[in-house]
């Protein structure tokens, strides 16, 4: 079974080794038939041992123990034609498959190598080579990181990008049975299996924590485990029964939940959880798929909108009216302790222990910046759509949406925003990358411009009398400003030298006018 990272199809391949599609309310919606890698020898001649969708969703891999991957072009809308775009001719049979990144499958094959399909060149390369039959693989929650495991109980681990952890490669710990169900979560790896005990080993291979059920006797082998999105927690499947783990992050270990038990269910073959967090789905031995919410805790919020708490660091945010959902999440998997909507119900505000999350619906951007809690006492202002202005004990606080650092602060007083100009991108400029201009006040009479890519300050100009409004053009190479005797100022060349061109006296009733005429 997998779930397509879109969210909007699983698909699930029984014995008779026909691929069923379902939208993800579980209504069945399409099938295809597989296929052997020879149909000389018949269409019983294998059995399809693991699946996986493309990053895009319109794809969807098919490991056969037959010794071939095909991958199957399914396409975005239901009913599609569903077309081989790639196959994988191996020498040995497919045992397990992960699709990590754009163009590379990931597989295991009995013979005990660790393989990479390139769909791009239609060429396959060994990862690395065991002499053990590989019985399970699994990846971190980036994708960039993976682990196999052997008949053996060796677990290897892998890195096409390590993201700077300085973490080890090559045989990371041996089991004491072979690790069929195998998971990485965020700060641990999860080996279980025929013996009965589930066992946590840390980053490099050490005992963390065991969890031994040998002594019950209603319990059987684990056969399959499953890592949720956050990686916070982890589902291990065995007969009759779905274990759930849980990390807890400040006491820097794992709790077991109670374990859900549902009698006649049989073994569980197979866990694929949903990329949004919110269900989990169980195939048996006995051909049946099983479905189950996920959830921490579920509210409305001013009756327009619906969150569900996933994990401790992923909220689900679905607008009641339109359908439409945004996965609000913490990348350093921090707990996500409050989220609230603001700016005309657009704008996603979140807070965690070390950072601020903030987010656009409309555009689906969301940003995750370093933030020490100040008790709650910022000020967001959200008239700029691709910049949230924070304002906190005279500082203003600038964060892009989409971006997850902080595109500029600086000190002031005066948090209007009519006393603020912010300019992102807004006009394409031949040779010009990343125009990033702000205008603030210094004090009263004083305006500031800063070019927030560079970092640095391109001048001040001094008025002599009080400042109400300000606006940088959209290139950020103009500045118009307006003072309490009603005379409106334009300064050009603000990227270089500051030169005063216009300067008059104007009634009230003409000044958006005048306004409008200076800044075109």
Not at 28 to 34: G, V
């Amino acid at each position: 079974m997998t779930w397509a990272p879109n969210n909007g199809k699983f698909a699930v391949c029984t014995v008779d080794r026909v691929v069923l599609l379902y939208d993800e309310q579980g209504e069945k919606r399409d099938k295809f038939s597989t296929k052997p890698a020879d149909s000389k020898y018949g269409k019983k001649s294998y059995v399809v041992k693991a699946m996986a969708f493309s990053p895009d969703s319109t794809k969807i891999a098919i490991a056969q123990t037959d010794n071939i991957i095909y991958v199957y072009k399914i396409g975005e809308e239901w009913g599609e034609k569903k077309v081989i775009c790639n196959k994988f001719v191996q020498t040995s049979a497919l045992t397990c498959l992960l699709w990590p990144a754009e163009h590379a499958i990931v597989f295991g094959l009995t013979e005990g190598k660790v393989r990479l399909a390139n769909t791009k060149t239609n060429k396959s390369s060994t990862v690395y080579g065991t002499d053990s039959y590989v019985v399970s693989l699994t990846s971190n929650v980036s994708g960039k990181g993976m682990l196999s495991g052997h008949a053996d109980g060796t677990v290897v681990r892998y890195f096409f990008d390590d993201e700077g952890s300085g973490e080890s490669q090559g045989k990371l710990l041996t089991h004491p049975c072979p690790p069929y169900a195998l998971a990485w979560g965020t700060n641990s790896i999860i080996v279980a299996g025929c013996d009965k005990k589930i066992v946590a080993y840390g980053r490099e291979g050490h005992i963390q924590q065991t969890f031994d059920y040998s002594r019950d006797r209603s319990e059987k082998e684990f056969t399959v485990a499953a890592t949720s999105p956050s990686g916070q927690s982890v589902v291990i499947g065995s007969f009759d029964r779905l274990r759930v783990f849980n990390w807890g992050p400040r006491k820097g270990a794992w709790d077991e939940a109670s374990p859900k038990e549902i009698p006649n269910l049989y073994t569980i073959t197979a866990l694929a959880w949903k990329k949004d967090g919110s269900r989990l789905c169980a195939g048996t031995l006995c051909g049946g798929v099983e479905q189950f919410d996920c959830c921490l805790r579920r509210s409305i919020y001013k009756n327009k909108f619906e969150m569900t708490y996933v994990g401790l660091s992923q909220v689900i945010v679905k607008n009641l009216s339109t359908g439409m959902r945004v996965v609000l999440k913490s990348h350093y998997g921090y707990e996500i302790d409050e989220v609230k909507i603001m700016g005309k119900d657009r704008y996603l505000v979140g807070h965690t222990s070390d950072t601020l999350l903030l987010g656009d619906l409309s555009s689906n951007k969301l940003s995750e910046v370093a933030w020490q809690g100040s008790g709650g006492n910022e000020k967001f202002f959200f008239e700029n759509e691709t910049v949230c202005m924070i304002f906190n004990a005279g500082e203003l606080t600038l964060v892009e949406y989409g971006s997850n650092d902080i595109l500029g602060s600086v000190r002031t007083e005066f948090m209007n925003p009519h006393l603020i100009s912010v300019r992102l991108n807004e006009r394409k400029q031949r040779g010009v990358e990343g125009n990033k201009k702000l205008a603030y006040l210094i004090d009263i009479k004083t305006i500031a411009i800063v070019d927030l890519a560079g970092g640095y300050n391109l001048g001040t100009i001094n008025h002599d009398s009080k400042i109400d409004w300000l606006e940088l053009n959209e290139t950020g190479r103009k500045l118009l400003f307006r003072d309490k005797k009603l005379r409106v100022r334009q300064q050009l060349k603000v990227t270089g030298c500051l030169e005063l061109c216009l300067s008059y006296a104007t009634g009230r009733a003409n000044v958006s006018h005048r306004v409008a005429e200076l800044l075109s």
